[in-house]
Every structure is written in structure tokens, then in C-alpha cells.
């Protein structure tokens, strides 16, 4: 191999193992990004800002408290009828725990725990419902959105 070669294929090598793993991270960048938007709009209190985190689509599923929520509108209703009605708050919301998994170039897992802070709420008990989800996400051409969404919320003692 030339002198001029060696460099010029160490560069293409280089090139060949570093740009997936900077893709990787600009989509783990960009898919936290998307959660980190909804948690302002929740606590904002802009339902419709939290929803745009969500693919708008018939075939968006939502599992949670035994129940099955299929489509977009469908789930919008069911987090207004549960923090927008008369009487309810949507309170703080917060997340931790957060872990991504790609799994190719348009598709991820994340996980992780979420926490709400309800200062209306009277009895002590239900003032910081909390629990884990694992959401899987799709990139389309506007960015990644949520297509499905499994939320599990801890038992209160």
C-alpha cells in the first residue's frame, strides 16, 4: 500500500465506524428532545403542545391501567377527561430515569419514570403520582414521534 493509501483508508475506516455512532446520538439527542417538550407544555398546562409528542395517527396506542386507548384523538380525550376536567389540574410534570434504544435508524424504545406534582390534591397520598413507561417511537419526516405509549403508575401505599 501506497504512503498516500494507508491514510486514505484509515480515514474511510474511521469515517465507516463513527458516523452511525454520531447518528445514534443525534437521534437519542432528538428523541429526548421530543420529552423534554412535552414535559414544558405539561407544565404549561398545553395539553395540545404535550400531545404533538405523539405520532397523529389512528394506529397511536396507549396502554394503561388495564386499558387500551387506540388513536390520537382518543387518547387526548382520555388525558383530558383525567387532568382537564372540572376540578382536575395537570399539575408538574417530571421525568428521570430515562433510557433510549435504537433500533435502526427510524425506530426507538425509551424508558423511564415519571412523577407528577398535583398541589390541589388534598389528600397527601395522591399529591405525587409516579410510575415507569416504555414508549416506542418511529422517526418520520417531521421528527421522531411516540406510537406507542405503556404507562404504569406505582401503587399508592
Known sequence: M??????????VVTVLIVAPLASGADDEK????????????????DLDGFMAGYWNDEKLTFVSGGDIT???????????????????????????????????????????????????????????PRGRFTLILKKFPDGWKIVHDHTSAEEVK
Open 30 to 45: 432528538d428523541i429526548r428532545a421530543v420529552l423534554d417538550a412535552q414535559v414544558a407544555a405539561w407544565n404549561k398546562g
Open 70 to 128: 387506540s388513536g390520537w384523538k382518543k387518547t387526548k380525550e382520555r388525558y383530558e377527561k383525567r387532568y382537564k376536567a372540572d376540578g382536575k389540574e395537570m399539575g408538574q410534570l417530571t421525568f428521570s430515569e430515562l433510557y433510549v434504544e435504537t433500533f435502526g435508524p427510524n425506530a426507538a424504545m425509551l424508558r423511564g419514570k415519571f412523577e407528577l406534582t398535583l398541589e390541589k390534591e388534598k389528600d397527601e397520598k395522591k399529591k405525587h
Open 2 to 11: 501506497s504512503p498516500i493509501a494507508f491514510p486514505r483508508a484509515l480515514a
